[in-house]
């Protein structure tokens, strides 16, 4: 079961960090990502955060956005600078089965995670 929380509304400019967790260490050995999804649009990858800290990141919020996880607190985090308006949506967190690695050339893939968590809102305001 993954929890996502911090979310809210921020004015264009501003930054949210969002925080994702697991209970035990369910995190910690698993490829991980995140995405969002705007009002009537399709799920959109974000970043994803391998096992060993690799990671990999749409275009864009490249520069703004940062992934980063502290396994031993099974926890994953999105701190998000310099937000736009168009960054506005619901946004997941999501982890690969347990022993399962996400190529590079698939990890914006939603279809390559099991375990997602019920989404925090972020809204920015112009």
């Known amino acids: 079961q993954l929890q996502a929380s911090g979310g809210g509304l921020v004015q264009a400019g501003g930054s949210l960090r969002l925080s994702c967790s697991a209970s035990?260490?369910?995190?910690?050995?698993?490829?991980v990502a995140w995405f969002r999804q705007a009002p009537g649009k399709e799920r959109q990858f974000v970043q994803s955060?391998?096992?060993?800290?690799?990671?990999a990141s749409d275009p864009s919020v490249k520069g703004r956005f940062t992934s980063s996880r502290d396994n031993t607190k099974s926890t994953l985090y999105l701190q998000m600078n310099s937000l736009k308006p168009e960054d506005t949506a619901t946004y997941y967190c999501?982890?690969?089965?347990?022993?399962?690695?996400?190529?590079?050339?698939?990890?914006?893939?939603?279809?390559?995670?099991?375990?997602w968590g019920q989404g925090t809102l972020v809204t920015v305001s112009s």
């Open positions: 999501a982890a690969a089965g347990t022993g399962r690695h996400v190529i590079s050339s698939a990890v914006h893939l939603a279809s390559m995670y099991t375990y």
């Open positions: 035990g260490r369910a995190l910690s050995n698993k490829d």
């Open positions: 955060i391998g096992r060993w800290g690799a990671t």
